[in-house]
């Protein structure tokens, strides 16, 4: 009995790591390629390179134009997540304590738009009629009402959580509607909004479809379409185009490692209670 | 005292003016503009009722491939992600060593952009000298390789298996805050009643996991339907029209200028996730007031 469950626990771990190896393979043969020379990365196999060659880094970043882009993507998500969770905290905050009909009608009115499909062309329209094509402020909305619904899912169920005890007590301590907000509810809110802006962070900046309509001048590409237009340019040269996603995952790899606890708390807010 | 002067509803202004511009502004648009013969060849745009919804569900054929293929890719990883999300969650809380490193390995494809993602796997499955066809050559199994993206028979299924393998982490770590929410007390009583395994994932675990699961198809679906990254950088639709999908079709569209069939293919796939948003906001509706 004791042999049979050590075999089994021997064979989880291994199956374990045989899944993990799966999901790194991919990436380990792109770094390991990243560094190779031209002929070298011919052919894709995991193998190690002759001779590191950190060149490639070097061509990668003056050709693909990741400076600007780099910047554009960073503007972008920053500033789109600072006014999302400046609106949904608001925003969450009166529709969940309100608790009259229109309150709770605009709370399932804005996130109906977790699952509608954003229509593309007529946004085109919409955009230009506003002088927001190819403009920062024009995507920094965009991104920022792209967020709303699922912010707010996330939002409205931990404002929920707290005890409306606390706004009566404010309140009688003389607090209006905005300072019980500013001093009592909002420092609460904290963690739900680091979640927020750090879910919506990544989402932006992984963002293709958008910027693919709604930008149409090298300048303004984030990251994602300046790394879509190297790959079309340079797809004969795996090594610089290796290198191109090892650069560009970076960024994303290391939010990731600083607010893993945010994303996969947010992601799974929702599921997990019921 | 009065709610409404406490917690008054215009606070929420700014989210509302935001979202009526970018989104319903623009849903709203689009209804309208897949009922005329709007494209980039006149200015005018002339009211023509309902043919371009003829010409997609009975006219050219090739539209119904685009929704049969989205609804066969949306029903495939599905179900690919929801086993292969609770299979791995399984084995990562059985006790297994270093349980928090595999779950981070294994989500981490899921942070990344679908474009690199794309990227990634169209130079692995490149037909020549891939990653993939490079080993199966490698292990004497020429065979087995393929021309995994410009081949027919292969070019979805490929599709269907990258998206699967970037989206299971996800639907994994759903599973997981699920799985770890079940007393132990149920586990415990059906061990001493004699269950084995498979009684216990099927009596217990299974039923238990029923709001977790609905959540991950309901996930998946939303996504599903919306696909347009992944089979964009792939394969771009092709070879032929063979992987194209209900968004990608509408890109094309708008980029030869054909807005009003290219609004009519949104509406389509709009009706198909107005439909399904409905059950939905009343899935969440419930679970919200626990």
Redesign the interface.
Known sequence: MRVKKRLISIGLNALAWLLSLVVLIPFVVIVLNSFKSDAEAKVLKLTLPEKFIFENYKIVYEQGHLGGSFFNSLLHSTASSLLLVFVVAFSAFTLSRNYSKLSKFLYFFLILGITLPLNYIPLMEVMKSLGMINSHVGMILLYTAMGIPISLFITYAFVSNIPKELDEAAIMDGCNGIKLFLRIIVPLLTSVLVTVFVLNFLSVWNEFTAPLYMLNTVEMWPMTLAVYNFFGQFSAQWNLVSADIVLTSLPVLIVFLIGQKYIVGGLTSGAVKG | ?N??????????S???V??L???V???L??IY?SFTDWNSYSSEKNFIGLEHFRTILAGDPTYLLFIKNTVLFTLITSIAKTVLGLF?AL??V??????N??R??????Q??????VG??????L?PN???VN??LRSLGLDVLAQNWLGSLTWAMPSIMAVDT?KGM??IM??FI??LL?IPRDYYEAASIDGAGFWQKLFRITIPMLM??IT??TVLNI?YG??V??AV??LTNGGPGNATDVI?TA??SS?AKGY?GI??AL??I??VI??I??FF??RL?????E?
């Open positions: 005292m709610v409404n002067k406490i917690y008054p509803w215009y606070f929420s700014g989210a509302i935001l979202y511009l970018f989104i502004a623009p849903a648009l689009g503009y791995l084995l990562l059985s006790g297994v060593k270093a349980a490193l595999h981070m390995i294994i989500f981490s494809p942070v990344l952009s679908f474009l690199i990227l990634v796997f169209k130079s692995l490149d000298n891939g990653f490079v080993t393998w982490g996800y770590v759903l805050a699920g929410a709001p977790t959540i991950a939303t339907l919306r347009f990254d964009y950088v968004n509408v890109y708008f807005w290219g609004s949104s509406t796939l709009f996730m107005a399904i948003s939905i906001i969440m509706n419930r679970k919200v626990y």
